[in-house]
């Protein structure tokens, strides 16, 4: 069985910066997304690391949030920075569309002064 199990998240003042680990229990090789839930929303996907170790984001992260992973450590990570009040969800990972794995717990983002 494959889980996954995201942390770091918590509270940071805008501005600041949290680096979030998705762990990946298993050695799975798979492009790996982060997504994000607003209340109310449904998850959105905003970064994607390939097989081949391309990265994508989308546009409210460009240049902000930077995904990586480590594949000794079954590991993605995300380094947010200048976090806004509007990155506040639940963050989670799973590959990229269509979602492989059952959703982990998610971690809490709030960014709030």
């Known amino acids: 069985q494959v889980q996954l199990v995201e942390s770091g998240g918590g509270l940071v003042q805008p501005g600041g910066s949290l680096r979030l680990s998705c762990v990946v229990s298993?050695?799975?090789?798979?492009?790996m997304s982060w997504y994000r839930q607003f209340p109310g929303k449904r998850r959105d996907l905003f970064a994607t690391?390939?097989?081949?170790?391309?990265?994508y984001y989308t546009n409210p992260v460009k240049d902000r949030f930077t995904i990586s992973r480590d594949m000794t450590k079954n590991t993605v990570y995300l380094q947010m920075d200048s976090l806004k009040p509007d990155d506040t969800a639940v963050y989670y990972c799973?590959?990229?569309?269509?979602?492989?794995?059952?959703w982990g717990q998610g971690t809490q983002v709030t960014v709030s002064s």
């Open positions: 799973n590959t990229r569309p269509p979602p492989q794995y059952d």
């Open positions: 298993g050695s799975i090789f798979n492009s």
């Open positions: 690391i390939t097989t081949n170790g391309l990265v």
